[in-house]
C-alpha cells in the first residue's frame, strides 16, 4: 500500500495556503452546527492540522508573518470598532467598572496561580492580566436586543477597554522589566517611555490622518496608509521595549474618530482581517498546542478550573459590586457580568507574549499545559459570556416595558416590497397586499422580479418584465401604483435585500412555495427564504393560499407570548386588521392572555368594526392543537420569531415539520415581525456573518425522534394520507 505519510507535513507553500484557505472556509460552517464559538474553531482546526495533530501543515514562516499582522489586527480592530462617543458620557462610572473588573480578576488569579498551582510570581503576574482583561464576544446579542444605549452596556465596553488597556500596560512592564531586570530607576524611565510614546502617537497620526485622507481619495491608498500607522505605531512600541500589540491598540484608539463604522474605508480593514490575516493567526495559535498534555496527567485540569472558576467569579464579583455602587437594577449587573466574562482574542495575544518570554534556556513564562489551559479557558468562558448575555437581555426589555409603541402604526412608514416570480402565486400576493395596505396613505407597492446572472438571462429578464406588467394592471384596476423592477443578481436573497434597501421597503410580502417539500428546514423554507429572515430585521410576510382571498371566511392567529416587547407588534397586528376589515370576516387569536390583552385594547381602540376573538393557548407547544379547529376557507396566521430575539422560543425550531405534519393543506401565512438590530450587516473576527439555522444537536434530536412513537395528536387521513390532528 501507499504510504501517505511521506506527503505529510505539506511544505510547498501554494498547497499550504490551500489548506489554510479551506481552513477558514469550513470552520465557521463546522462550528456554527455545534455551536461553538468560531474563533475556537479557528483555533481547533489548528490543532488537528499541526505537528500534534495529524501533522498536515508544517508551521513555516508565513504562519510567523501573517500571524504576527494577524496578532496585531486583533489589537487594532478592537480598538477601532470602540463606541467613542459614547464612552466619553459616562467616564467617571466606566473608571471605577473597569477598575474594579481588572483588579478583583488580576488579584484572585495571581493569588490562586502562586499558592494553588505553584507557579512563579511572574507567571502569576502574566496569567493575573491574561484574566482581567476581557473579549466583548457576546456584544452582538446586544445589538439584536436593541439595548446598546443602555447604562449597563455603556459602562461594559467602557471598562473592558479600560481593563484590556491596563492588562497590555501590565504585560508591557512585565516583558520589559524581565529584559532589565527592574529596579526604582527602570520603573521611572519605563512610565516616562510611555508617557512619551503616546504623546508622539498623539500627535504624529492625526495630522498624517487628516493630510492624507483630504488628499487622496483613491480606497487602496487609505487602505495601505491606516495599515501603515498600524504597524508604525507597532514598530515604535517594540523600538521603546514595548509589545508590538500596546502601539497596534493605540493606534486604533487614535484613528477611532477618522474611520466611521459604516464608512467604505473600515468594511474593507474588516474584511482583510477577518478573510486572511486574523484566521491565520488562529490557525497558527492552534498549531502549538498539544493536546496529548490532557492525557498525561490531572495538571493541566486544575489549571482550567482555577482560571475559569477565579477568573469568571472574579468578573462577576466586579460586575454585581458596580451594579450596587451605581444603583442599577439586578439584571443590569447580570449585563455587565455576561459582558465582561469572556476571553477571546486578547487572552491569545496575551498568552502569545508570554510564550516568547524566556526564563531559562528552553524553557518560557507560558508553557505547553498553561496554553492549551488557557484555549479551553476561553472556550467555556465564552459559553458562559454568551448565555448569561442573552437572558441577560430579555429580562431588561421585560423589566423596564420596552414594548412597541402604538404611535408607531400611525405613523406607519408603509412601503411593501413584493418579489414574484411564479405568476400561479404572483397575483394572490398583489391582491393580499392590497388588501393589507392602508389606503389613507395612499402609497403605491412595489414588486420586483430577481433572475440568475447566467445564460438565461435575457429570457428571465423577458419573461419577468411581462410578469411585472400584467401585475401592474392588475394592481391599477384596483387604483393602486406600483413600481416594478427586474434585477440581476447571483444570489436571489441578497437581490432582495439590495432591493429592500434601495426602495427603503419597510416590509417584504413573499410567496412560500416550498411548504410541500418536508419537514426539515431547508425544504420547507425554500432556496433562499431561510437567508432572507436571517439577513432582514425587518418584517417578512410568507404567504401560501390555497384559494382565493375572497373565499376566505376566518383568520386564525397563533401569537408567540412577550410578542408585545418586539418593536414589529403593531405593525403586523394593523395589517392583519386590516386584512380582517377588508374580507369582512372573524379573526381568531390563539396565545397567553397578557400577551392577547394587548391585542384586544389595540383592536378595541383601532379596529373596533372588526369582529375578533381570543383564545387561550399558554405555551407554544400545544400550536399543533390548533390544526383540528382549522377549516379549508380559513387562514392560518403563525406569528414567530428570529433566533436571539426576546419572542422567540425553543419550540420555534420545530415549526417547520409541525406546519408540514399538521397544516399542509392549509391557507398559511408566517410573519416575521420587525425586531431590534441589524447584526447581519455586521462582520467581526469574533462574530462572522454566516450562521447556521440548524446544529448538530438539533439533526441528532430530530434522528432521536424518529425512534420514538409516533405524535400523539395526529393520524392520517384516508382519502389524502395527510397527516391531520384528531378532534
Given amino acids: 500500500m501507499m504510504n501517505l505519510s511521506q506527503y505529510f507535513p505539506i511544505t510547498d507553500p501554494t498547497l499550504t495556503f490551500l489548506v489554510v484557505l479551506l481552513i477558514i472556509l469550513s470552520a465557521p460552517i463546522v462550528m456554527g452546527k455545534l455551536r461553538i464559538p468560531h474563533i475556537i474553531g479557528m483555533v ?5 492540522v499541526g505537528k500534534y495533530g495529524l501533522n498536515i501543515l508544517e508551521r513555516d514562516d508565513s504562519f510567523e508573518l501573517f500571524g504576527k499582522v494577524g496578532l496585531y489586527y486583533i489589537m487594532f480592530l478592537a480598538s477601532l470598532e470602540m463606541d467613542m462617543d459614547g464612552l466619553r458620557k459616562n467616564i467617571p462610572q466606566m473608571t471605577i467598572f473597569g477598575l474594579l473588573s481588572f483588579l478583583i480578576p488580576f488579584i484572585l488569579t495571581y493569588l490562586t496561580s502562586v499558592w494553588f498551582l505553584g507557579y ?7 496569567l493575573g492580566a491574561l484574566m482581567a482583561s476581557n473579549t466583548l464576544i457576546a456584544y452582538p446579542i446586544v445589538g439584536r436586543y436593541g439595548l446598546q444605549h443602555k447604562p449597563s452596556v455603556t459602562i461594559s465596553v467602557g471598562g473592558s477597554m479600560l481593563a484590556l488597556l491596563l492588562a497590555l ?4 512592564a512585565l516583558e520589559a522589566a524581565h529584559d532589565t531586570g527592574g529596579g526604582f530607576f527602570f520603573w521611572v524611565w519605563f512610565f516616562a517611555k ?3 510614546f503616546v504623546v508622539v502617537l498623539l500627535a504624529i497620526i492625526p495630522r498624517f490622518t487628516r493630510w492624507f485622507l483630504r488628499r487622496y481619495s483613491d480606497a487602496v491608498m487609505q487602505f495601505i496608509f491606516i495599515m501603515s500607522m498600524l504597524f508604525m505605531s507597532a514598530a515604535l512600541s517594540e523600538a521603546i521595549g514595548l509589545e508590538g500589540i ?3 491598540f493605540l493606534s486604533g484608539l487614535i484613528l477611532n474618530r477618522y474611520i466611521p463604522h459604516v464608512s467604505p474605508l473600515m468594511s474593507r480593514l474588516e474584511f482583510i482581517g477577518n478573510a486572511i490575516f486574523i484566521p491565520y493567526f488562529l490557525i497558527g495559535v492552534g498549531m502549538l498546542i498539544n493536546l496529548r498534555l490532557l492525557f498525561q496527567g490531572g495538571g493541566i ?8 472558576f477565579f477568573g469568571t467569579f472574579g468578573k462577576a464579583l466586579a460586575a454585581y459590586l458596580a451594579s450596587i455602587l451605581f444603583r442599577l437594577p439586578l439584571s443590569s449587573g447580570h449585563m455587565m457580568f455576561g459582558l465582561t466574562s469572556a476571553h477571546a482574542a486578547g487572552a491569545i495575544a496575551i498568552a502569545m507574549v508570554g510564550m516568547q518570554i524566556e526564563t531559562a534556556p528552553g524553557q518560557y513564562l507560558i508553557g505547553g499545559d498553561v496554553l492549551n489551559g488557557i484555549i479551553i479557558m476561553i472556550l467555556f468562558t465564552c459559553i458562559i459570556s454568551t448565555i448569561v448575555t442573552e437572558q441577560a437581555a430579555q429580562q431588561i426589555i421585560i423589566r423596564d416595558k420596552e414594548m412597541a409603541s402604538e404611535d408607531e402604526a400611525q405613523n406607519d412608514d408603509e412601503r411593501m416590497l413584493i418579489p414574484v416570480k411564479y405568476p400561479e402565486y404572483a397575483s394572490e400576493l398583489i391582491n393580499l397586499a392590497v388588501l393589507m395596505r392602508n389606503q389613507k396613505l395612499n402609497r403605491g407597492l412595489v414588486a420586483i422580479n430577481v433572475v440568475y446572472d447566467d445564460t438565461n438571462i435575457r429570457k428571465n429578464q423577458e419573461q419577468g418584465q411581462l410578469l411585472l406588467e400584467r401585475l401592474s394592471q392588475q394592481a391599477a384596476a384596483s387604483d393602486v401604483r406600483m413600481q416594478t423592477q427586474v434585477r440581476i443578481a447571483a444570489n436571489i436573497a441578497n437581490g432582495i435585500k439590495h432591493s429592500f434597501k434601495e426602495f427603503r421597503a419597510s416590509e417584504i410580502l413573499i410567496g412560500l412555495h416550498g411548504a410541500a417539500g418536508g419537514g426539515s428546514p431547508a425544504k420547507f423554507w425554500g432556496q433562499f427564504h431561510q437567508s432572507l429572515f436571517n439577513g432582514l430585521n425587518r418584517q417578512i410576510i410568507m404567504a401560501r393560499l390555497r384559494q382565493p382571498l375572497s373565499t376566505i371566511r376566518r ?10 416587547f418586539e418593536p414589529g407588534f403593531y405593525r403586523w397586528l394593523e395589517r392583519l386588521a386590516r386584512l380582517a376589515e377588508n374580507l369582512e370576516c372573524r379573526i381568531v387569536f390563539h396565545g397567553r392572555s397578557d400577551t392577547l390583552a394587548f391585542v384586544n385594547e389595540y383592536m378595541r381602540n383601532r379596529h373596533h368594526s372588526v369582529r375578533a376573538e381570543y383564545m387561550s393557548m399558554p405555551h407554544w407547544n400545544e400550536l399543533p392543537r390548533l390544526a383540528g379547529t382549522i377549516a379549508e376557507d380559513h387562514l392560518f396566521v403563525v406569528v414567530t420569531a428570529r ?3 426576546v419572542s422567540y422560543k425553543t419550540a420555534m425550531e420545530r415549526l417547520p415539520e409541525e406546519l408540514t405534519r399538521f397544516f399542509s393543506g392549509t391557507n398559511m401565512m408566517i410573519i416575521f415581525p420587525d425586531q431590534f438590530g441589524d447584526a447581519m450587516d455586521e462582520m467581526t473576527f469574533a462574530q462572522p456573518q454566516h450562521t447556521e439555522e440548524l446544529s448538530a444537536y438539533d439533526l441528532l434530536r430530530k434522528w432521536g425522534r424518529k425512534l420514538n412513537i409516533p405524535h400523539p395528536f395526529r393520524r392520517k387521513k384516508k382519502a389524502s394520507g395527510e397527516l391531520h390532528e384528531s378532534a
Fill in 169 to 172: 500596560i501590565c504585560l508591557a
Fill in 246 to 248: 500596546v502601539g497596534a
Fill in 44 to 48: 481547533l482546526a489548528g490543532v488537528l
Fill in 194 to 196: 510611555v508617557v512619551g
Fill in 120 to 126: 512563579s510570581h511572574e507567571a502569576s503576574f502574566l
Fill in 643 to 645: 433566533k436571539g430575539t
Fill in 301 to 308: 485540569i486544575w489549571v482550567v478550573l482555577a482560571m475559569v
Fill in 555 to 564: 383568520i386564525q392567529v397563533a401569537v408567540p407570548s412577550r410578542a408585545q
